[in-house]
């Protein structure tokens, strides 16, 4: 796989031109010991149109995605999403002195081998975490210090397959980017906490209170309530830092646990519509169709052995 600069107005995009027979993923290491000349394209800031994220082992210096520059430390991961601009911040020197990994891959790389891969990119469980980016989503994420040993030997192990090409690398890339889109969603599991990290203190408040009362039959008037705003105010601030409605992301919550309770529970689909708040075992059905292309019962066939 090939990355290549797309002129035209604004910073350069990047896109992929697949090679033939290769698995379109690209991983690369950044040791800290060489500093990319002033025009190479790794330092201007730049866009993507596929998905990526970045693991610093060392941090230093800043990382500016879109109009918000972050802090680089040790453990941070960053999720890029399409369109997202990304570059060094202030004090460049600094940044490039940091260590870690990077990985990019489009959409559809999991192809046939996921659960749940008949999803579209923004619905995947595993790509979850790369939903709304450049609308203000989850971008930093921190590594707790017990993890960051497992993480680096995940990108080592994908870099040695992609490198060797032994016999079966092509299965064997697909598993290790999929063990590290595993660990990225569980650090995304705790979207609160994230938000707060993040310093989005409202969005923070919406998500706890969707957390604490998903399963029970909550309306955006409730949530509005909650964090005392009015609800056409709360839907514009939403959907313009996330790209989707209060609704949808009450819908999303609750298709997530039952996403879960499906594979992991034998509970009875109406129990499980009852769990997360769907009082009408029809119109849980509906939905969960409608957001995912099968039934619950098609769901948790395809997610068990």
Do not use: C
């Not at 596929?50 to 500016?64: A, C, I, M, T």
């Not at 570059?87 to 870690?100: I, N, P």
């Not at 029970?216 to 009015?230: C, F, H, N, P």
């Amino acid at each position: 796989m090939r990355i290549l600069d797309r002129r035209g107005d604004g910073p350069p995009v990047h896109t992929y031109e697949p090679v033939p027979g290769v698995p379109p993923v690209n991983v690369l290491r950044f040791d800290g010991r060489t500093t990319p000349a002033s025009d190479s394209p790794t330092r201007r800031a730049h866009s993507h149109d596929f998905l990526g994220f970045v693991y610093f082992e060392r941090g230093g210096g800043s990382l500016r995605l879109d109009n918000r520059e972050w802090p680089v430390e040790d453990g941070d991961a960053y999720v890029i999403s399409p369109g997202e601009v990304v570059g060094a911040g202030d004090g460049v020197s600094a940044f490039y002195k940091a260590q870690g990994w990077s990985v990019s891959f489009p959409p559809e790389v999991l192809g046939s081998q996921a659960p749940g891969s008949f999803l579209s990119w923004h619905a995947h469980p595993l790509l979850f975490p790369f939903v709304g980016g450049a609308a203000g989503g989850v971008q930093r994420l921190q590594v707790p210090s017990n993890e960051q040993p497992l993480w680096s030997e995940r990108f080592s192990a994908l870099d040695r397959e992609l490198s060797g090409r032994r016999d079966g690398y092509r299965e064997a890339v697909l598993s290790h980017l999929t063990l590290l889109l595993v660990d990225l969603s569980r650090l995304a599991a705790d979207i609160v906490g994230d938000l707060k990290l993040n310093d989005e203190s409202l969005l923070a408040e919406v998500f706890g209170f969707i957390e604490e009362h998903y399963g029970e039959q909550i309306s955006l008037k409730d949530v509005a309530r909650a964090v005392g705003l009015t609800p056409g105010h709360l839907t514009t601030v939403v959907r313009r830092k996330t790209g989707r409605t209060v609704l949808e992301w009450i819908s999303e919550r609750r298709m997530s646990e039952a996403r879960k309770l499906l594979v992991q529970t034998d509970l009875t689909t109406e129990d499980v519509g009852w769990k997360i708040g769907y009082g009408d075992p029809a119109y849980f059905v509906r939905r969960f169709r409608r957001a995912h292309g099968t039934t619950p019962l098609g769901w948790r066939r395809a997610g068990r052995p």
